[in-house]
């Protein structure tokens, strides 16, 4: 059996999360940071996801997502309800999940061409 490497078509992609990092690319990750298939931003200053506002969103947002994929860390963890409704008020979908989880969906999403923008929640 023969098998290739396939790389995606997007310059982020990213191979893998937990709850203390991630790799993008070749880059191993370990402070919260957003990530969309064309934009890369680093150092995003959430350290937790029950404590999130809506002016966190800001850098996700401007990314003009379809869909919002939240990863919280090792353990699903919801943001507050005004954090979601931002989301929602905008027709912008919102999935909450843990990091791990996080990292394949967006994954799929990506190669889907979906207009997805993730952000990683790692504490501070």
């Given amino acids: 059996m023969q098998l290739n490497l396939e790389r995606p078509d997007y310059r982020y992609f990213l191979r893998g999360a937990d709850g203390t990092s991630a790799l993008v690319n070749e880059r191993r990750l370990t402070a919260s940071f957003v990530v969309s298939p064309s934009m890369l931003i680093e150092a995003w200053p959430v350290g937790d996801a029950g404590s999130m506002t809506p002016g966190d969103l800001d850098a996700l947002l401007a990314l003009e997502p379809e869909l919002l994929v939240l990863g919280t860390g090792a353990t699903q963890k919801f943001p507050p309800a005004v954090v979601m409704a931002t989301c929602l008020q905008q027709g912008i979908g919102i999935e909450v999940m843990?990091?791990?989880?996080?990292?394949?969906?967006?994954?799929?999403?990506?190669?889907?061409?979906?207009?997805?923008?993730?952000?990683?929640?790692?504490?501070?």
């Avoid at 990506?110 to 997805?116: I, K, P, Q």
């Fill in 98 to 124: 843990t990091n791990a989880a996080a990292a394949r969906t967006y994954s799929v999403l990506a190669s889907e061409g979906r207009r997805v923008v993730a952000g990683f929640v790692f504490p501070a």
